[in-house]
């Protein structure tokens, strides 16, 4: 089944306060198509506080990081691909994203990827742990 890019959006959006939710955040999604991070975190007592960028796919493509890298924000980064059929998620810090970025240059325009062998390992599958409990 086709689904429009916002509501494949949403999927890995919500999919991912779920899982925050169940490990004891109050995730919060900000404004949609407002430049920024995604998601807001925080514990129970609002000392801790994350952010988060999450990025959807309906399959397992490429991550399209635009022209240039500095748009790369936030405390961690959740790529959920394949939500059509069984959603799989990656956690990764900005800075691991920055690295594994790949430079493409098409009809003289620059582009970063990250393509799925980049973050499509173990340490990232389902890393929810790397985010942490909030207290």
Avoid at 13 to 25: A, D, E
Avoid at 27 to 38: E, H, I, K, L, Q
Avoid at 62 to 75: F, W
Wanted: contains cysteine; hydrophobic residues 35%.
């Amino acid at each position: 089944m086709t689904r429009d890019h916002q509501v494949i959006g949403n999927v890995g959006l919500y999919w991912t306060c779920y899982h925050l939710s169940r490990m004891g955040w109050n995730a919060m999604p900000t404004s949609r198509n407002a430049r920024g991070v995604d998601i807001l975190a925080y514990n129970r007592d609002c000392t801790r506080t994350i952010s988060i960028q999450v990025k959807t796919l309906s399959k397992t493509p490429p991550v399209p990081l635009g022209p240039s890298l500095n748009k790369i924000m936030g405390d961690f980064w959740v790529i959920v691909n394949n939500v059509a059929a069984s959603p799989q998620t990656y956690v990764l810090r900005p800075q691991e994203v920055e690295k594994l970025a790949h430079r493409g240059v098409k009809d003289g325009k620059v582009s970063y990827w990250l393509q799925p062998a980049a973050y499509d390992k173990q340490k990232f599958r389902e890393a929810w742990h790397r985010i942490g409990d909030p207290d």
